[in-house]
């Protein structure tokens, strides 16, 4: 007896008559790349105790996370993240009388790495979900926040 699904072997592997637009002709697929997030993502190179590392504003640390700066400023307001050790020189525009003259803040790569690690570990990351509101995972943030955050 022949196998049933070698009827269906003719048959193109897609609905319709219409190729599809984005698939090459050729039939072979794209390789999938794992997407580093850090990528295209500017960063400031400081030299700290005598080595060079990479820092990033927290509009950086919001596009590698795929969050807005307000939700970064927002957790560590919270407390649910620790506020960052360096700053860079007096942001542009703190001249005004009454006006504490505080940099932009500058969290390094591991804490970056941190950060994103524990937010995927959780899934935590990409679009938003029933489960993504779950405050178990939330919490668990918190806690691993805490836990691993690199100290300078």
């Not at 820092?55 to 307000?70: E, M, P």
């Not at 307001?77 to 009454?98: F, M, Q």
Request: glycine fraction near 6%; charge should be positive; proline fraction near 7%.
């Amino acid at each position: 007896m022949k196998d049933p699904l070698q009827l269906f072997n003719d048959l193109p592997d897609y609905p319709g008559r219409r190729r599809p637009k984005n698939r090459p002709a050729d039939g072979t697929t794209k390789s999938v790349s794992v997407h580093d997030p850090f990528e295209g993502v500017p960063y400031k190179t400081l030299v700290i105790k005598g080595q060079e590392r990479q820092f990033y504003t927290v509009g950086s640390v919001a596009r590698i996370l795929d969050r807005t700066a307000q939700t970064i400023r927002k957790w560590e307001r919270k407390g649910w993240i620790p506020a960052p050790t360096y700053r860079t020189l007096k942001a542009s525009g703190s001249e005004s009388v009454n006006v504490a003259s505080k940099g932009y803040r500058l969290y390094s790569r591991e804490q970056v790495e941190t950060l994103w690690d524990i937010l995927h570990q959780l899934d935590l990351l990409g679009q938003r979900s029933k489960t993504w509101q779950d405050t178990d995972k939330w919490l668990s943030f918190i806690t691993l926040v805490q836990a691993k955050w690199p100290r300078q």
